[in-house]
């Protein structure tokens, strides 16, 4: 089993261009994540995904967009990329639906905007 | 809105020594964890503990929590240059999982 990937693993845009960020997990899990880390911070939620079909807010979401395309994949998307945007982003799943279970992560897309 | 802090934020110690770091955090829980990170690497889920235990081992960790104190404390006994890493305990939030920022830990070989 592969686990969570995460793809590009590093990428530089320039202000204003879109981009889409993949994840994709492999061991059936029904809940995925993604996360920002900003340096000196810990994790923070973007957008988060229950079950398949079914997506939600976390705590920043602004200037992201989501799509839990099936269970297997989570992609993020930056419509209009701003240098404030500029972080490592993980991707996570986990088993159940509670958000309460153990998390596993990807190794993470360390992204700059210009 | 961070609902867990670690402390202290970095810490260096001597190969074979103990390390200890402590989370504090606001709210009721149901569970905590922790996880670890190397540098340029996704987090890695070490332990859980729920809110009805007080303590938990696995290998060279051991972990407590203190419901009425809010807090939790992660121990790693003689510490090696591979334990070298960022530790962070996730507690509950309103978005899922809250993590803190962090304990940078340095294992001095």
């Known amino acids: 089993n592969a686990g969570v990937t995460q793809t590009p693993k590093f990428q530089v845009l320039k202000t204003g261009q879109s981009m889409t960020l993949q994840c994709a997990q492999d061991?059936?899990?029904?809940?995925m994540y993604w996360y920002r880390q900003d340096p000196g911070m810990g994790l923070r939620l973007i957008y988060y995904?229950?079950?398949?079909?079914?997506?939600d807010k976390g705590e920043v979401p602004n200037g992201y967009n989501v799509s839990r395309l099936n269970k297997r994949e989570f992609s993020l998307r930056l419509e209009s990329a701003a240098p404030s945007q500029t972080s490592v982003y993980f991707c996570?799943?986990?088993?159940?639906?509670?958000?309460?279970?153990?998390?596993?992560f990807g190794p993470g897309t360390r992204l700059t905007v210009l | 809105s961070q609902q867990g802090e670690e402390d202290p934020q970095a810490l260096s110690i001597q190969e074979g020594e103990n390390a200890t770091m402590n989370c504090s955090y606001k709210t009721s829980i149901n569970n905590l964890q922790w996880y670890r990170q190397n540098s340029g690497r996704g987090l890695v889920h070490l332990i859980l503990i729920r809110s009805n235990e007080r303590e938990k081992h696995s290998g060279r960790l051991r972990v407590t929590l203190d419901t009425s104190k809010k807090s939790s404390s992660l121990l790693i006994t003689a510490s090696r240059a591979a334990d070298t890493a960022s530790y962070f305990c996730?507690?509950?939030?309103?978005?899922?999982?809250?993590f803190g920022t962090g304990t940078r830990l340095k294992v001095l070989a």
């Open positions: 061991m059936n899990h029904n809940s």
């Open positions: 996570a799943s986990t088993p159940g639906t509670s958000g309460r279970d153990e998390q596993f």
């Open positions: 995904s229950a079950s398949e079909g079914t997506t």
């Open positions: 996730a507690t509950e939030g309103t978005y899922k999982y809250i």
